[in-house]
């Protein structure tokens, strides 16, 4: 007898990486088109000045492209251009935010997993957000989070004020 079993459920994702990488594209290609436009029109276009513009324009693109973020039961995992960081959210150790210039919160697992992350993507992706609270409270049971707590409570009442007051002016009650 064959049994049904449901598929397993899609990750959280940020909600708008994909703004943010046609952003990125956008800024790299209009500095393209400015730097070709500028050289074109002073006649110094030259065939090795368009390969420098165009490697120009992919650091920017490199620069400019965000982490992509995913998140699913019990883990978190950060993308970036040339590297992937995943930590197990039911065995965190310790969570650090610093702030800055560059906020970033710092997250690491009981088994060696370490990455950073911009807390604005927890704060507008509230189902990333559900997955890494529901692993933090898992650490927590299990006492293996012995460093941060507070910052993640500080973090979920902000993320928490964010999403009321998107809700209230949505109502037209504020």
Do not use: N
């Not at 000045?49 to 995913?70: D, E, F, N, Q």
Request: with cysteine; net charge neutral; aromatic share 4%.
């Amino acid at each position: 007898m064959q049994t049904l079993s449901s598929p397993p459920p899609h990750p959280a994702e940020d909600r708008h990486h994909r703004s943010d990488v046609r952003l990125a594209a956008g800024c790299a290609l209009g500095f393209c088109a400015l730097a070709f436009l500028v050289d074109w029109d002073a006649r110094t276009l030259t065939l090795p000045r368009a390969l420098l513009w165009l490697t120009l324009s992919a650091g920017v693109l490199a620069v400019l492209l965000p982490a992509r973020v995913t998140a699913g039961p019990g883990w978190l995992t950060v993308r970036g251009p040339c590297h992937r960081r995943t930590v197990r959210t039911d065995a965190l150790v310790a969570v650090r935010q610093y702030a800055g210039v560059s906020a970033h919160l710092v997250l690491r697992d009981a088994y060696g997993g370490l990455l950073e992350l911009d807390p604005r993507v927890l704060t507008g992706s509230p189902l990333l957000w559900h997955e890494l609270d529901t692993g933090v409270r898992r650490s927590l049971e299990r006492g293996t989070l012995r460093e941060g707590a507070d910052v993640l409570e500080r973090l979920g009442h902000e993320i928490d004020d964010t999403i009321a007051d998107a809700v209230l002016k949505l109502s037209g009650m504020s």
